[in-house]
């Protein structure tokens, strides 16, 4: 008699759920790391208590922190068990959803804000392609998009995961965006020498 060998699961977290507990004691302990200037000013062009989706949240330090703080309405999704846990119970009643970007429901709401920062490099370039597309139907009309990627097209290794990430470059994201009916209305570096995109949804 034939058994059938039970699936191996899946790590949709692209390693950052083994890699947990490491990186909320480094990146995700407190508040004011990188990132946290950038979207702070990022938000200020978003309307008062608007909606923002907060892609590859982690434990919430310190984009969605930052947002918060604000007073926005953030809402979470990420991939790893152990991050959401984290974020539940530094941000208990805001809504986090453990989930794959492919699976999440959150993106049949709208938003007027979308922030992805350290995420969409991490994934292959089919999928990039995808999350990109679904972001531009969750963003509201006139709706801003936030998210890091290196200008140029290259491969490398992630520093915590030693997974591979791949950057598109500026170029191809301009191309994807558009087609997502979105416009890039600015690019730039920030004090980590993370490079970041500003898109609008037209």
Not at 101 to 110: A, I, P, Q, T, Y
């Amino acid at each position: 008699m034939l058994h059938s060998r039970p699936v191996a699961n899946i790590d949709k977290s692209n390693g950052y759920e083994a890699i947990a507990p490491d990186y909320i004691a480094r990146r995700g302990s407190q508040g004011g790391g990188i990132g946290a200037r950038v979207v702070a000013e990022w938000s200020q062009q978003l309307p008062a208590g608007g909606t923002i989706l907060d892609v590859g949240c982690g434990n919430g330090v310190p984009i969605s922190e930052v947002l918060i703080e604000r007073g926005f309405r953030v809402y979470g999704v990420d991939a790893s068990p152990a991050m959401v846990e984290s974020f539940r119970t530094r941000f208990p009643g805001v809504p986090v959803q453990c989930s794959s970007v492919d699976d999440s429901d959150f993106f049949g709401r709208s938003f007027d804000g979308v922030v992805a920062w350290g995420l969409v490099f991490l994934f292959s370039e089919e999928a990039q392609r995808r999350l990109l597309a679904k972001i531009g139907g969750a963003l509201q009309s006139g709706g801003l998009l936030l998210f890091t990627a290196p200008r140029q097209r290259c491969t490398w290794a992630d520093a915590m995961t030693g997974q591979d990430s791949v950057s598109l470059g500026e170029e191809e994201y301009r191309r994807i965006l558009e087609s997502a009916g979105l416009v890039v209305i600015g690019t730039a570096s920030d004090e980590g020498e993370n490079h970041y995109y500003l898109a609008r949804k037209v």
